[in-house]
C-alpha cells in the first residue's frame, strides 16, 4: 500500500532563513506524481509544487524547491528566503492512480512556525 | 483565475440530522473529489467522481454518504443521520482531466453536535 511519512510534526525557521521539510514514501509504482501543499490558518489547500516521478530535475517554483531521491522514495521541500506568510501546515502528498481512477494520499502534515 | 468554492463556510448540526455540502468546481473540469480533514489529524479521501458516477470510494464513505452533480454545475456531499465522529472539515477538489492537478476548495467545517 501506498503511504506518505512526515516524521517531523513542527519546525520553525528564522525570516530570511532556509528550511528543509522531510517526506520519505512507499510504492511500487514506477511513475507517479508527488506533491507539496500549503494549509495556511484558513484551512484552504493550496498546492506549492509538484514533481512527476520519471523527470530527474527537481522542480522550482521561485522560492519552494525540491529535493527528489527516487531510489531513496525520498521527497523533501526546501523554502528559501523564509517569509511570515510561510507560516503554515504542510502536506506532503502521492497520488495514486488505480483502475483509472485517482486519488491523493496525504501524509500527517507539519507545522512551520516564521520567527521574525 | 479560476476557483472551486465551497458554501457553507461553517454549517453546525445537531447528531442525527441530514447535512448536504455544496460545492461548485471549475467550470471546465471533468473529476471531483471529496477529501476530510479531522482537526489536527491528515486529509482523508472520501470519493472521487466522474462521468456522473462515483469512480472510488473509502471505507470512510458508508452508505449515509452519498454525492450528486444535480445541474453540471454544483457538486455535494450529502451526509445523512449525522454523527459526532463526522465533525471535519470537508474539502472539494476538482481536476480537468486524467494526470493533471487537483484543484481544492477552501472548505466546509462541519461542526455536528
Known amino acids: 500500500a501506498q503511504t506518505v511519512t512526515q516524521s517531523q510534526p513542527e519546525m520553525s525557521v528564522q525570516e530570511a532563513e532556509t528550511v528543509t521539510l522531510s517526506c520519505t514514501y512507499d510504492?511500487?509504482?514506477?511513475?507517479?506524481?508527488l506533491f507539496w501543499y500549503k494549509q495556511p490558518p484558513s484551512r484552504q489547500m493550496i498546492l506549492v509544487i509538484r514533481q512527476e516521478a520519471y523527470k530527474q530535475q527537481n522542480a522550482t517554483e521561485n522560492r519552494f524547491s525540491v529535493n527528489f531521491q527516487k531510489a531513496a522514495k525520498s521527497f523533501s521541500l526546501k523554502i528559501s528566503d523564509s517569509q511570515l506568510g510561510d507560516a503554515a501546515m504542510y502536506f506532503c502528498a502521492y497520488r495514486i492512480t488505480q483502475g483509472g481512477s485517482e486519488k491523493l494520499v496525504f501524509g500527517k502534515g507539519m507545522k512551520l512556525t516564521v520567527n521574525p | 483565475e479560476p476557483e472551486v468554492t465551497q458554501t457553507p463556510s461553517h454549517q453546525v448540526t445537531q447528531m442525527g440530522q441530514e447535512v448536504i455540502l455544496r460545492c461548485v468546481p471549475i467550470s471546465n473540469h471533468l473529476y471531483f473529489y471529496w477529501y476530510r480533514q479531522i482537526l489536527g489529524q491528515k486529509v482523508e479521501f472520501l470519493v472521487s467522481f466522474y462521468n456522473n458516477e462515483i469512480s472510488e470510494k473509502s471505507e470512510i464513505f458508508d452508505d449515509r454518504f452519498s454525492v450528486e452533480r444535480p445541474d453540471g454545475s454544483n457538486f455535494t456531499l450529502k451526509i445523512r443521520s449525522t454523527k459526532l465522529e463526522d465533525s471535519a472539515m470537508y474539502f472539494c477538489?476538482?481536476?480537468?482531466?486524467?494526470?493533471?492537478?487537483?484543484?481544492f476548495g477552501p472548505g466546509t467545517r462541519l461542526t455536528v453536535t
Open positions: 510504492t511500487s509504482e514506477s511513475d507517479y506524481y
Open positions: 477538489a476538482s481536476k480537468i482531466g486524467q494526470g493533471t492537478e487537483q484543484y
